[in-house]
């Protein structure tokens, strides 16, 4: 596994892990857009706090250039957000994971026109192997009813979650992998924090909330948005986003051994199914180096 390929799995799992910080978050009192816009703030502060102390030169970017953050800070990170909470709340957490994850098909559709990148039997298996074990992972087909709206919206996340891959794409050409996660965040932060409220968590800010949100910020949004962004320059777009859903396999895990949810055969399944199509991914990544 090289370097590129172990990163972006890492960035997968350090966002599976999100739960650990969100559902204590919101056990506390938080909203979920609360939460989104204290995860773009603090992460936005905390990459500009590492990158004047590394090297300041990499905060410069050129005017005519803000319209690739954009992309990635409010058209993706926000966008994909507001999209996947609103399907969470109206159609289930099972349903929006699997709508969530037809990213990838965005990904190899939007590279193949954009940046000509091979649709290749490799990518087409690990696609429908990715998919079907999303399928089995969310627990789908349960009681949970879904409308055209509902549907419509869970696919505008997947949308949104695929364009971080193609609008990033365009700002590695010219920027450092750290100066474009740094403006995602700036920029995400500057459209959430209008919509979320954040007057309303006074009152709940204490240690341990505040302990929660930095760890949100830190683990699970820079470091894995800075995992996946660097992977990004080392990988077709196509590949980079099979790899990152070990998220849903690791949030799984994390769903039963944190927090004791059942684990199914549908389950085992799914988790076979997504490792499978990460074999088949790397195997690909392989026969074209």
């Known amino acids: 596994m090289n370097l590129y ?3 972006t799995v890492l960035a997968g799992f350090l966002w599976g892990i999100i739960s650990v910080f969100l ?7 938080f909203a979920s857009m609360q939460v989104l816009a204290v995860r773009s703030v603090l992460s936005a502060v905390f990459m500009l706090i590492f990158l004047f102390f590394k090297n300041r030169r990499l905060l410069k ?4 250039d803000l319209w690739m953050f954009v992309g990635t800070g409010v058209i993706s990170l926000t966008f994909f957000s507001v999209c996947y909470f609103h399907t969470i709340i109206e159609s289930g957490a099972g349903v929006a994971v699997i709508l969530l994850y037809t990213s990838p098909v965005f990904v190899l559709l939007l590279s193949a026109l954009l940046f000509r990148e091979k649709i290749t039997k490799f990518k087409i298996i690990a696609l429908v192997l990715t998919f079907t074990g999303c399928i089995f992972v969310s627990g789908a087909g349960g009681e949970n009813h879904l409308s055209l709206r509902g549907f419509l919206i869970g696919l505008c996340a997947g949308l949104g979650y695929a364009l971080y891959s193609i609008f990033s794409r ?5 920027y450092d992998s750290l100066t ?8 995400s932060s ?6 979320s409220n954040l007057a309303g968590i006074t009152p709940l800010l204490n240690s341990t909330t505040v302990l929660l949100s930095c760890g949100i910020a830190l683990v699970c949004t820079v ?20 790899f990152v859903t070990v998220e849903p396999l690791v949030g ?4 039963i051994f944190l927090w004791h949810e059942e684990i199914t055969l549908f389950k085992a399944c799914g988790i076979l199914f997504i490792f499978t199509a990460l074999l088949f991914n790397q195997k690909d990544s392989k026969n074209t180096d």
């Open 5 to 7: 390929i172990f990163s």
């Open 23 to 29: 559902k204590n978050l919101v056990n506390s009192g």
């Open 61 to 64: 970017i050129e005017l005519r």
């Open 170 to 174: 365009f700002a590695l050409k010219k």
């Open 180 to 187: 474009v996660t740094f403006y995602t965040f700036l920029f």
């Open 190 to 195: 500057l459209s959430a924090v209008p919509l």
């Open 223 to 242: 470091l894995p948005y800075i995992f996946y962004t660097f992977g990004l320059t080392g990988l077709e777009n196509s590949k980079a986003a099979i």
């Open 252 to 255: 799984t895990l994390a769903g």
